[in-house]
């Protein structure tokens, strides 16, 4: 058990819950970031009949200086900083480059990978200070393997490992871990919600032949924040059932 702090940002997403009931589990208290009002009701109720110390805030990730009053608030109502911190927060809005707007470009790579930066730049002070702490970025096998009209996507995708990477040199002699973790396909809402033969059609390039499930990633990112990962640093953990080797 622990008393940590977990940030999870779109902690209320697909996989971000399950992140968020794994590691309240394990005894961390965790804080959400949410975009749309209302959206922290139910989840706070979840988390609350579970016995999980959970507290939500309402912030966009792709705001800078969102980001950096979250955090102080954070500090400032939990009377302790942020331990660990799960990027998760992501969107897509997909089309091939020669359809793709301006538009959807920034909005990818801001909500993606803007923000990783943003919340990373928040915690990294404390974290250092601390001499112990966890960055946790949830990527995609869509940022190792590319994907036809998701150039912004994989793009952003790709560039989070090449930040958990560069960051990790930086803080690794200050007990402050970052990795990537790439998923496969996860049987969340959007996934299921695709037309079944299509479905099928992914799971037939999965050589464990099935679907992700959400517990799987956050089982990943309990290990990864705990301080038996220590020695695991600027790794991109892919976890996609074979359907990507490298
Ligand atoms: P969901 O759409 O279920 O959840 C995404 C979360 O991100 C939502 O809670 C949403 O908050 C939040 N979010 C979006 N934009 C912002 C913003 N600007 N500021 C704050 N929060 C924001 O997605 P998943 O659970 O499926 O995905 C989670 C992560 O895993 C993503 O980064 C995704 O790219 C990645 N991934 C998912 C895969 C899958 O198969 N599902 C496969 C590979 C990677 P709100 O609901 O309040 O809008």
């Given at each position: 058990m622990t008393d940590k702090i977990a940030l999870v940002t779109g902690g209320m997403g697909g996989i971000g819950q399950a992140i968020c009931t794994q590691l309240g589990k394990a005894g961390y208290t965790v804080v959400s970031t949410f975009m749309r009002t209302g959206r922290d009701e139910a989840w706070l109720e979840q988390m609350q009949?579970?016995?999980?110390?959970?507290?939500?805030?309402?912030?966009?990730?792709?705001?800078?200086?969102?980001?950096?009053?979250?955090?102080?608030?954070?500090?400032?109502?939990?009377?302790?900083?942020?331990?660990?911190?799960?990027?998760?927060?992501?969107?897509?809005?997909?089309?091939?480059?020669?359809?793709?707007?301006?538009?959807?470009?920034?909005?990818?790579?801001?909500?993606?990978?803007?923000?990783?930066?943003?919340?990373?730049?928040?915690?990294?002070?404390?974290?250092?200070?601390?001499?112990?702490?966890?960055?946790?970025?949830?990527?995609?096998?869509?940022?190792?393997?590319?994907?036809?009209?998701?150039?912004?996507?994989?793009a952003a995708k790709a560039g989070m490992h090449g930040f958990s990477m560069a960051l990790a040199q930086e803080v690794a002699k200050k007990g402050v871990t970052v990795n990537t973790i790439s998923p496969g396909y996860i049987a969340t809402e959007m996934v299921m919600a695709v037309d079944e033969n299509i479905r099928n059609q992914i799971i037939a390039q999965i050589p464990v032949g099935r679907l992700g499930k959400p517990e799987e990633i956050a089982s990943l990112v309990d290990y990864l924040a705990s301080e038996a990962a220590g020695f695991i640093t600027g790794s991109n953990i892919a976890i996609n059932g074979g359907q990507h080797m490298k």
């Open positions: 009949e579970q016995g999980i110390k959970a507290k939500a805030y309402q912030c966009d990730v792709c705001d800078f200086e969102q980001a950096q009053q979250l955090v102080a608030n954070i500090k400032q109502d939990l009377g302790a900083s942020v331990s660990i911190l799960v990027n998760n927060a992501g969107i897509t809005k997909d089309g091939t480059l020669r359809k793709m707007t301006y538009e959807q470009w920034q909005d990818v790579i801001n909500t993606n990978l803007n923000s990783v930066f943003n919340l990373s730049k928040a915690v990294v002070d404390d974290m250092t200070n601390a001499g112990f702490g966890r960055i946790i970025n949830i990527s995609s096998i869509n940022g190792q393997k590319g994907q036809f009209g998701q150039t912004n996507y994989s």
